[in-house]
């Protein structure tokens, strides 16, 4: 069974530049989840969904953040305009049930 | 508010000595509980999860938990490391509301 993949694995770009990251879940998996993880800490979740609807964005800045999971499936995280403080490893993750599987991360670095 | 405290954020340990990750948790609910484990530039693993049912619960690789509800505790233990266990080790909470919860992380070093 495939894991839950993410691209780009490495991302350089300069403040103020768009970014998007990319996850596809887990086939079967109807929970998908994105986490940001600063260095040297534990994820912290941006967003839940539940199939298509997003239900727990509180923890998003929606002043530049936005996602989208269309069909239910696919998803992806927007960055508009990037901060150097965005600099991080986005994580992907989804689940049927109480258990996560993460994929292996975005790393993104912001000049 | 639920939360999740690691207090040992790096705990060095020598090869096939035996060591414990502690966790503690703060929770008004029932919860679920995880370990997962981070090597280096990759995502993060399960170890092992509490969900019910018996307080110990053992991974495929050596590693033991032991849920204690009137202490609010998941430590992670494992008799006899090896070189291979050097990764950065995460507890986790889930709650009834479906909110997930990390802890900060341990960082594991095995000595030769």
């Known amino acids: 069974e495939a894991g839950v993949v993410q691209s780009p694995r490495y991302k350089i770009i300069e403040k103020k530049q768009p970014v998007a990251f990319w996850c596809n879940p887990i086939?079967?998996?109807?929970?998908l989840y994105w986490y940001r993880q600063n260095l040297g800490q534990g994820p912290e979740l941006l967003i839940r969904?539940?199939?298509?609807?997003?239900?727990?964005d509180s923890q998003l800045p929606k002043d530049r953040f936005s996602a989208e999971r269309l069909k239910g499936v696919d998803s992806t995280l927007k960055i508009q305009p990037a901060e150097l403080g965005d600099s991080a490893v986005y994580l992907c993750?989804?689940?049927?049930?109480?258990?996560?599987?993460f994929g292996p991360g975005t790393r993104l670095l912001v000049l | 508010a639920q939360s999740v405290t690691q207090l040992d954020s790096q705990v060095p340990v020598f090869e096939e000595a035996p060591v414990e990750l502690r966790c503690n948790y703060s929770?008004?609910?029932?919860?679920?509980l995880f370990w997962y484990v981070q090597y280096p530039n990759q995502g993060l693993q399960l170890l092992l999860k509490?969900?019910?049912?018996?307080?110990l619960v053992e991974s495929i690789n050596g590693f033991e938990a032991e849920f204690n509800k009137s202490q609010t505790s998941f430590h992670l233990r494992k008799p006899s490391v090896h070189i291979s266990d050097t990764a950065e080790y995460f507890c986790?909470?889930?709650?009834?509301?479906?909110?997930?919860?990390f802890g900060p992380g341990t960082s594991l070093s095995v000595i030769p």
């Open positions: 993750a989804s689940s049927f049930g109480e258990t996560q599987y």
């Open positions: 086939s079967g998996h109807n929970t």
């Open positions: 969904y539940e199939n298509e609807e997003a239900v727990d």
């Open positions: 929770s008004s609910v029932s919860v679920y």
């Open positions: 509490y969900l019910s049912g018996s307080t």
């Open positions: 986790a909470v889930r709650t009834s509301y479906d909110k997930v919860i």
